[in-house]
């Protein structure tokens, strides 16, 4: 993985702007801690910083290769999966590939079929190409949306980058935001809605998109999307496809010229990639090294509940002793966990998923370590329907996104005139027509099924992409790559039509999956409930971030204290929130992480000077 930035501007003399691109450059150091390179030209100026993981020699970025008469660039943060079948074609048409690299393939890729070598990629990827020849740039985004891609168009200046802080490190943008940014803090974030940074004047690529920049200007189109259609295939041949489909994508995320891992929690998606990577590390004569995260005073705190059913520590030791794998457990502290709170905002460029961040954050900087590639089982719940919103009715019929709720306490938190002016009520329930009328339903099917289908559909293009981001931002924060086999498109595109009856064969939430896993994992693993990434239980925790709220209340130069009822925030802090065990935002977002995120919200206005226009 990697990190890409660029700038094209149709007046500036560009190659006079080296100082710029190298310092938007230098704030993805993170991402590419291995290598750094720019490539500028009087329209364009493309720089990359480099992860190395494929092809160390031969896989250095920007990227330039020639072909009739045309120079092309290429600045690309991703994996292709698919890559001996990409070389293998183009070989056969003429193609000299000079190294091994996925990066090579995707750019003699685009060199033949343009735009449409899209649809013949595997992969997790965010590019941008740029056409000397005929001045334009192209940029894509993977289907599901696990690799980031911002942008910014300012008068002849159009710029790019993995993330936000690039774009912000160009002169000509500024960090401000407007109604819609602060609604997007306060209301739906931590999540974000599709195609918004937050950030006034700045934009995401979503998920399955693709532009081009010309001096006619941006066009943005989308190249994918769910397709909903009659699942044809008995039970039986579902069960053997999802496992072939699984076993061959796992195999495939194994490739690297560095040392990979898994991250095992013990539950059915991490187990089952954990059991797929082991077998292939035994067969080649290895000995696979799995990670799992635990929280000091767990031991002693740990209560179960609807959302987190079972600790995770036993069943992590379960699964690598049951596979043979080399198993470790990073435990983090209270203290570093709190502390971390601040670089997980500068991580993310935005306020996020609090301690359930920070923890991420913490977790991949033992990870790497060791390992510079590990397997993750995100997604899979998403894809499946694992959560709890698939099961309830109640959940199901919610007429708004189920993993946000307690919307009118959180907006009580507000300054009065704030709320007045954000509607949080109205602007979440526009975000949630939006993405309802994307849904491709199926003509014929039962009103469950078509409700079901829709919670599946919001969850994968919206729950999901909150959980790609922070992996993604968490992790490559400290130079580690994971990979998300469930990702892989074939698989959803496959589980995305398969009968609801079929997904909850057996009784239970990603029922299909348990079956397609028979043999794979001992029984009880199968049969074990969702229990999500966990979250530290230990009152010290609560206490630590009660206190450092407080104390920003009593800051009279603190920015967040210009946006909330400092009376309603000091209630809340003291208890006043009602049932604060019930999260406010997916699965484990409660009280002591509300205020959390109201200190992550402080430290994101505070650092990044944002101005509220």
Known sequence: MCGVAGWIDWREDLTGQRDIIEAMNRTLACRGPDAAGTWLSPRAAVAHRRLIVVDPEGGGQP?????AGKTYVITYNGELYNTPELRQELSARGYVFQGYSDTEALLLAFMEWGPECLGRLNGIFAFAVWNDGDQSLFAARDRLGVKPFFYAERGSAFIFGSEIKAILAHPLVNPQIDAEGLAEVFIMGPARTPGHAVFKNIKELKQGHCLRHSRAGTEVRRYWTLESRLHEDGFQTTVETLRRLLEDTIERQLVA??????????????????AVAARIFKERGKTLRTYSVGYAGDEVHFKANEFEPAADAPWARKVSGHL??????????????ARSLVPAVRARDLPGMADVDSSLYLFSAEIKKKDTVGLSGEAADEIFGGYPWFRFKEEVYANTFPWTRMVDKRAGLLKPELKAYLRPERYLAGRYEEALAEVPDLP???????RLRRISYLSITRFMQALLDRKDRMTMAVGLEVRVPYCDHRIVEYAWN???????????EKGILRRALRGVLPE??????KSPYPKTHNPAYTAKVRSWLLAILGDPDSPLRQLVDVDAVRSFADGDFGDTSRPWFGQLMTGPQLMAYLIQVDTWLREYRVNIC
């Open 63 to 67: 990227m330039v290769r020639s072909r």
């Open 257 to 274: 010229d560095v040392p990979v891992c898994a991250l095992l929690s013990g539950g059915l998606d991490s187990s089952a990639v954990t």
């Open 324 to 337: 043979g794998t080399q198993h470790h457990v990073v435990s983090i502290s209270t203290d570093e966990l």
């Open 444 to 450: 014929g099917e039962d009103s469950y099924a078509a």
């Open 498 to 508: 398969i009968p609801w009856e079929m997904k909850f064969c057996d009784g239970t």
């Open 524 to 529: 009880d693993v199968l049969r074990r409930r």
